[in-house]
């Protein structure tokens, strides 16, 4: 399914408003830990990039097609940036599959 929606979600928690770009929070040359090089109020809610976040969204969309039984999670979260866009993905296809 194209979604308008989830993919104006992957452009919000990739901070593209402000990044111009959907790959730039897996790009070394923004992140210098421990200094940032671009303001934290810019930084993205993911580290994972625009591929990344539809891959989620497909492998999301077949256990949802499949009706496959179980919750969502993600561990290891930086700003939670995947699970909002987890939510979004369950409240677009109205499934009441819980996340985290």
Not at 39 to 50: K, V, Y
Not at 68 to 88: C, T, Y
């Amino acid at each position: 399914m194209n979604s308008l929606y989830l993919d104006l979600m992957k452009k919000v928690v990739n901070n593209y408003i402000y990044l111009g770009t959907n790959s730039a929070s897996c790009d070394k040359r923004y992140y210098s830990y421990p200094s940032w090089l671009i303001p934290r109020t810019c930084l993205p809610h993911t580290l994972c990039n625009d591929q990344q976040l539809s891959v989620l969204e497909k492998i999301m969309e077949y256990i949802h097609l499949e009706k496959i039984d179980g919750d969502f999670i993600e561990v290891g979260v930086w700003r939670g940036g995947a699970s909002i866009f987890m939510k979004a993905f369950l409240k677009e296809y109205n499934s009441e599959k819980n996340y985290g």
